[in-house]
């Protein structure tokens, strides 16, 4: 894998809030005897990118990811976003300002590959590009249409990397050709991250519920590297059961 210009310094912030709507207490909710949050943060660390903290409103987090060995930044409980939840978080962890890119990997996705992290950095080789993310190529027919899959709208610039022109919950573009799923998880320039928490919510973002639609709109570029595999976020009881069955099949080598 090529290495980044500069040798810039990443750290791994991982956002995890107790309180969720439809699945309460999700970071800790049980997979295969762990709490989910610690799957996670594993997979995380098996990347080998950088330090992982994992940034949380909860002392019950904290205490599974200490106990297991790893670091925990506690943050205020009423924040909107994971992006203003990491940013509070690099204050505590990262006073010195020692670390200059940080990837934003989200608490309730424990099926992730620790690859798609590492690939996450790549566009930020290209000193114009502000935020890097990824995408997948959708490739079953009722994820084209479904509002739950976002989609990212790109120019291709070269193959399997992209520059983000915009974010839908429709299906776009339309005509032929194929469509990507956008996953989110992030690679910010430390400066560009400061820029973004600073910013107000813009029109596009509230009408389409998707938060990186105010940096595209404030004018900064984000890039995306095609991966093969979509990590499963876990947002309800059905998705908890379906994540305790893929890592049943990822232990015993089956395919899912």
């Known amino acids: 894998m ?54 949380t409103d909860s002392e019950e987090v904290r205490d599974v990811i200490v106990a297991a060995g790893g670091q925990a930044a506690m943050t205020r409980a009423d924040h909107a ?23 934003n990997v989200q608490g309730d996705l424990p099926t992730l590959d620790p690859a798609v992290v590492r690939a996450s950095l790549l566009p930020l080789q290209d000193p114009e590009v502000d935020i890097a ?28 990397r992209f520059r983000c022109l915009y974010f839908t919950r429709a299906t776009a573009p339309t005509g032929p050709g194929p469509l990507y799923h956008h996953i989110g998880l992030y690679a910010y ?34 890039d995306a590297v095609k991966v093969d595999t979509v990590p499963l976020g876990v947002d309800t009881p059905e998705d908890l059961e379906r994540a305790r069955t893929l890592l049943i099949h990822a232990a015993e080598g089956v395919p899912s």
Not at 87 to 94: F, K, N, P, Q, S
Not at 197 to 220: D, H, I, N, Y
């Open 2 to 55: 090529p290495t980044l210009r500069n040798h810039p310094r990443p750290l791994v912030l991982v956002p995890a809030r107790l309180a969720a709507t439809r699945l309460p207490n999700k970071p800790l909710a049980d997979i295969h005897g762990e709490p989910m949050i610690l799957h996670v943060w594993r997979r995380a660390v098996e990347a080998g990118v950088g330090p992982v903290v994992v940034a």
């Open 81 to 103: 976003s994971g992006s203003d939840r990491i940013h509070e978080a690099l204050g505590v962890v990262d006073p010195d300002r020692d670390f200059d890119v940080i990837v």
């Open 133 to 160: 993310t990824l995408v997948a190529e959708i490739v079953r027919d009722e994820e084209k249409t479904a509002p739950s899959v976002v989609k990212m709208v790109g120019a291709e610039i070269a193959p399997g």
């Open 189 to 222: 320039r430390r400066a560009a991250l400061e820029r973004f928490v600073k910013l107000p919510p813009s029109p596009l973002e509230m009408r389409e519920k998707l938060e990186q639609l105010r940096a595209l709109e404030a004018g900064m570029r984000i």
